[in-house]
């Protein structure tokens, strides 16, 4: 399955060690300390820090800068990218320019629509779809070339990613969604934020019975409520979110003031449940603005410390 890309992500998912990501969300502004301070907090418990792409169709420090000043820290990144605000020239290019600085994660993603965002006017692109990003990046790393069929000088070397949401409806199609992904070559999948761990485990168990979990490495999502009042409206109102009645029930169960604890509580039981979920090669830590939390949730997770440089 390796590619042996220079991505040290992939040199620990080839070794047979979990792995552990995370993501930072870039600023609303020009300051790269908003960046590089989170960064941080987090770089000696994850292996990779993902770099989200105008996340919310909210315009925001765009997501390669970002990833520069990561490397100038020395800290793995993974460049996530969508094909909403680019056509395939500005992609191809903003690939290149990842490359030029030895970035070496793609996360390719379609992105939330622009109605959503900021500037709910703005005009989406989608020339390319996710799946054809993820055959693009391929393209130019494997064979070398350019979409339109040109020699590409130095071609980008690229661990690539792609989103899985086990969860969106219909379920039925989630796995064969997942295939597809495979089949257009992505390389690791970074799941939707899991709270509904029976079913889950069910879309595990149909990509195994697939074959697909020894085709990709699969990266679990979580993320820690930080109260009640999150749950509730994760539940209620975020599309494509599973959080069961009893995990609302749950959070609501404790006072206020101790409602974080619980959160990370319920974040570090679903990590030890999950590592032992076949096919589940690492896992994907997002901590949204509680980066400081990411540490603690990695440690008593058992995921620490990372392995050494390989």
Not at 144 to 157: A, C, E, M, N, S
Not at 283 to 309: N, S
């Amino acid at each position: 399955m390796s590619t042996k890309t220079p991505s040290r992500l992939e040199k620990i998912l080839d070794s047979g060690q979990l792995a552990v990501t995370s993501e930072c969300g870039p600023p609303r502004g020009s300051d790269p300390e908003a960046i590089t301070k989170k960064a941080e907090i987090i770089k000696d418990h994850v292996d990779a820090i993902n770099i989200t792409d105008n996340q919310t169709s909210v315009t925001r420090l765009s997501s390669l800068a970002a990833c520069i000043h990561l490397k100038l820290m020395g800290i793995e990144s993974t460049l996530q990218m969508v094909v909403r605000d680019r056509n395939r020239i500005a992609l191809q290019s903003d690939i290149l320019g990842a490359a030029s600085f030895d970035i070496h994660n793609i996360l390719c993603l379609s992105g939330d629509h622009q109605m959503f965002g900021d500037s709910p006017q703005g005009q989406n692109v989608f020339d390319l779809d996710s799946m054809q990003l993820i055959q693009t990046v391929r393209l130019m790393r494997d064979e070398g070339k350019f979409l339109g069929g040109d020699d590409i000088k130095r071609p980008p070397k690229m661990f690539v990613g792609a989103a899985a949401n086990p969860f969106a409806d219909p379920f039925e199609i989630r796995v064969p969604r997942l295939a597809k992904k495979i089949a257009a070559g992505v390389e690791f999948i970074q799941t939707q934020c899991i709270y509904n761990l029976d079913k889950f485990e069910l879309w595990m168990k149909e990509a195994r019975d697939r074959g697909l979990h020894e085709k990709v490495y699969i990266l679990a999502g979580v993320t820690p409520f930080k109260s009640a009042g999150m749950a509730k409206y994760m539940k209620n109102r975020v599309p494509g979110m599973d959080v069961p009645d009893e995990v609302v029930k749950r959070m609501a169960g404790v006072p206020k003031e101790n409602q974080p604890e619980e959160g990370i509580d319920i974040c570090v039981e679903t990590i030890q449940r999950l590592k032992e979920c076949e096919g589940v090669r690492g896992f994907h830590v997002m901590a949204i603005e509680w980066e400081e939390k990411v540490p603690e949730i990695v440690e008593r997770g058992g995921l620490y410390p990372r392995p050494e440089d390989l």
